[in-house]
C-alpha cells in the first residue's frame, strides 16, 4: 500500500509539473549497467540469460534519478515477465544527436489490445502478476521520459516477448563525436534488430 500510494503521489506531481528535474550531464550506459546489475540475484534465481551491448561512455543531460526511475521499471518488467530459463537483453547506441536504449525479453509478450494501453495510469495486461505490480510504473516511465524530451515504444507479441524502446537526446557537449558513429556497422545492427523485430511483431 505505501509502495501505491508513494507511485500515485510522484505521478501526479510529475503530471502537475510540480516536480523540477534536476539536469546534470552524466554517463547514461553507466547508469544502464549499474542499475541492470541491482537486479543480479533475481535473473540468477531465475536462471535468466542476460546479454549487455552498450557503448563505453553515452552522455546525457538529465536527472539522474528520474532516468534510475526508469530503467529500474524496465528491467524489473522483463525479469518479473520472463520465465526461467529465458533471456533479456539490453542494448544502448549514440544515433546522430539521440540516445537510443532497447529494453528485450523472451517472456509472455502482449496481446494488441495490451500494447495500445500499456502506458495507461493502473492499466495491468497480465493480471496474474498483478499482485507484485500496481499498474503505474510505466505510466511514471512514459511521463518521467517526456519531461527530459525522450520517447518510449513497445514492440511485442503473445507469447514471444517483448521489446521496449527509449531515445532520449545526446548532451550538447556530445553531440559531434556522436556524429561519425551513426554510420557505423554497430549503429546499422541495432537499425536492422529493430526493423526485423516490427516486421515479426
Same mark, same amino acid.
Given at each position: ?8 503521489? &510522484?505521478?501526479?506531481?510529475? #503530471? ?7 539536469? +546534470? =550531464?552524466? @554517463?547514461? %550506459?553507466?547508469?544502464?549497467?549499474e ?10 534465481? &531465475?536462471?535468466?540469460?542476460? #546479454? ?7 552522455? +546525457? =543531460?538529465? @536527472?539522474? %534519478? ?6 529500474n521499471?524496465?528491467?524489473s ?8 530459463g ?9 544515433e ?7 529494453v ?28 507484485e ?20 515504444e513497445v514492440v ?5 516477448g ?6 532520449l537526446?545526446?548532451a550538447a ?9 551513426s ?13 526485423r ?5
Amino acid at each position: 500500500m505505501n509502495i501505491l500510494i508513494g507511485n500515485i503521489l &510522484k505521478l501526479n506531481k510529475l #503530471e502537475n509539473q510540480r516536480i523540477t528535474p534536476d539536469a +546534470v =550531464t552524466y @554517463d547514461v %550506459s553507466a547508469q544502464l549497467c549499474e542499475s541492470l546489475l541491482q537486479f543480479e540475484e533475481t535473473w540468477e534465481e &531465475k536462471e535468466i540469460e542476460v #546479454e549487455v551491448d552498450v557503448e563505453d561512455h553515452a552522455m +546525457v =543531460t538529465a @536527472d539522474e %534519478s528520474f532516468l534510475e526511475l526508469v530503467w529500474n521499471n524496465l528491467f524489473s518488467n522483463a525479469i518479473k515477465f520472463t520465465e526461467s530459463g529465458g533471456k533479456i537483453t539490453l542494448i544502448q547506441i549514440t544515433e546522430g544527436d539521440y540516445i537510443r536504449v532497447s529494453v528485450s525479453d523472451t517472456g509472455c509478450g502482449m496481446k494488441e489490445e495490451t500494447r495500445k494501453y500499456i502506458f495507461d495510469k493502473f492499466y495491468q495486461g497480465d493480471t496474474s502478476h498483478s499482485k507484485e505490480g500496481n499498474g503505474l510504473g510505466l505510466s511514471l516511465v512514459k511521463r518521467v521520459l517526456e519531461l527530459v524530451e525522450g520517447s518510449i515504444e513497445v514492440v511485442s507479441e503473445e507469447g514471444k516477448g517483448s521489446t521496449f524502446h527509449v531515445t532520449l537526446p545526446a548532451a550538447a557537449i556530445a553531440k559531434k563525436d556522436c556524429q561519425s558513429f551513426s554510420n557505423t556497422p554497430q549503429n546499422q545492427r541495432y537499425d536492422r534488430e529493430i526493423e526485423r523485430e516490427k516486421t515479426k511483431k
